[in-house]
C-alpha cells in the first residue's frame, strides 16, 4: 500500500527558530495536506496545496506541493511556543481517502 | 471546536465488554470517517460512509463495527476487543467526494483515547 516517510520524527528548537519539515511518497498524489494535532484533540488541517509546484503560506507557515508529486515540505518562520504539537502530512489520490505520515513532534523551548 | 464532537473523551473496557463510541457532525456534511490513532503509527482509516451508506471497510477485525444511522451520526460498537486495539479513535466528516478528482476537506473531533485491560 502507500507509504508516506516523513521526517524529522521530532524536533526541539528554541523559540524564534525557522522550522522544516518534509514528506516523500512512493506513490503520486493530487493533493498534499499539512495537519496540526494538540494534546487531547483531532488533527486540524493546516494548509492544503492542490497543484504540482504550488507554494502556499498561511502566516507564518509555508508549504509547497513537489513537481513529482510525491514530496511536499512544511515550513514554519519564527516558532513561538503555541507551534508545539504534531504536525501530519497528508497525501490524498482522488476522492477523500487520505494517506497519513507518521508524524513529526515539534517542541520548542523558550 | 471543529463541529465534529466525540462521546466518551475518555473509555477503559475489559475484553468481554461491549461499548459504543459515538460521534455527531453539525457541519452539514454527507460522509463520515472512523480513524485509529496508535502511538508511533499513522492515522489509519478504518470505515467511510458517504451519504449513509458504508463505502470503505480497510480490513478492519468484525470486532468493531460501525453504524451510520443518518448522516449526522456515526457509531463504532466494540466488543471482546483486544489490548492492542488500545489507541485514540478519531473521527471525521466531510462533503462527499467520493467521485471527484478534488478532495474535500475532512473536520476530525476530538476523539476517543480507549483502553483496553
Known amino acids: 500500500g502507500q507509504q508516506l516517510n516523513q521526517s524529522p520524527q521530532s524536533m526541539f528548537i528554541q523559540e524564534g527558530e525557522d522550522v522544516s519539515m518534509n514528506c516523500t511518497s512512493s506513490?503520486?498524489?493530487?493533493?498534499w495536506l499539512w495537519y496540526k494535532q494538540d494534546p487531547g484533540e483531532g488533527p486540524v488541517l493546516l494548509i492544503a496545496?492542490?497543484?504540482?509546484?504550488e507554494l502556499t503560506s498561511n502566516g507564518r507557515l509555508t508549504a509547497q506541493f513537489g513537481i513529482t508529486r510525491k514530496d511536499s515540505f512544511l515550513n514554519i518562520s519564527a516558532s513561538i511556543p503555541s507551534d508545539v504539537g504534531i504536525y501530519f502530512c497528508?497525501?490524498?489520490?482522488?476522492?477523500?481517502?487520505?494517506?497519513f505520515g507518521t508524524g513529526t513532534q515539534l517542541k520548542v523551548e523558550l | 471546536e471543529t463541529g465534529v464532537t466525540q462521546t466518551p473523551r475518555h473509555l477503559v473496557m475489559g475484553m468481554t465488554n461491549k461499548k459504543s463510541l459515538k460521534c455527531e457532525q453539525h457541519?452539514?456534511?454527507?460522509?463520515m470517517y472512523w480513524y485509529k490513532q496508535s502511538a508511533k503509527k499513522p492515522l489509519e482509516l478504518m470505515f467511510v460512509?458517504?451519504?449513509?451508506?458504508?463505502?470503505e471497510n480497510n480490513s478492519v477485525p468484525s470486532r468493531f463495527s460501525p453504524e451510520c444511522p443518518n448522516s449526522s451520526h456515526l457509531f463504532l460498537h466494540l466488543h471482546t476487543l483486544q489490548p492492542e486495539d488500545s489507541a485514540l479513535y478519531l473521527c471525521?466528516?466531510?462533503?462527499?467526494?467520493?467521485?471527484?478528482?478534488?478532495?474535500?476537506?475532512?473536520?476530525f473531533g476530538p476523539g476517543t483515547r480507549l483502553t483496553v485491560l
Open positions: 496545496l492542490y497543484k504540482a509546484g
Open positions: 457541519l452539514g456534511h454527507n460522509a
Open positions: 506513490s503520486i498524489f493530487n493533493t
Open positions: 497528508a497525501g490524498a489520490g482522488g476522492g477523500n481517502k487520505l494517506t
Open positions: 460512509y458517504s451519504l449513509e451508506e458504508r463505502v
Open positions: 471525521a466528516s466531510s462533503q462527499d467526494g467520493s467521485g471527484d478528482d478534488s478532495y474535500n476537506e475532512q473536520f
